[in-house]
């Protein structure tokens, strides 16, 4: 079984930045493209940034320029930096990553979410 486990969320004024991390833990065999989503209240989840097992980022066109994403050289720990955030970056971020586990299939696999509130 493969694990994400996020950290970094809370509360900041707008223009403050916050950093979030997600790292993936269990037997993991392989992991391949990393990625962030939100989900703000009555609205739908929605890709955020993700980056692949050779760095190649996405990043959505409602932050770019403000956050980037990044993975440590074990590749599996992702970052997500969030600079000059705004009160409509406020929503729940998930961590989802496509692992291989014990079981030697390919899953995607996501975190229990972190809340970022972006006050004005």
């Known amino acids: 079984q493969v694990q994400l486990v996020e950290s970094g969320g809370g509360w900041v004024q707008a223009g403050g930045s916050l950093r979030l991390s997600c790292a993936a833990s269990g037997r993991i065999f392989g992991i391949r493209t990393m990625g962030w989503y939100r989900q703000a209240p009555g609205k739908q989840r929605e890709l955020v940034a993700s980056?692949?097992?050779?760095?190649?980022?996405n990043i959505a066109d409602s932050v770019k320029g403000r956050f980037t994403i990044s993975r440590d050289n074990a590749k599996t720990t992702v970052y997500l930096q969030m600079n000059n955030l705004k009160p409509e970056d406020t929503a729940v971020y998930y961590c989802?990553?496509?692992?291989?586990?014990?079981?030697?299939?390919?899953?995607?696999?996501w975190g229990q979410g972190t809340q970022v509130t972006v006050s004005s």
């Open positions: 980056i692949t097992s050779v760095s190649t980022t």
């Open positions: 989802k990553t496509n692992a291989q586990g014990a079981s030697g299939y390919w899953f995607d696999y």
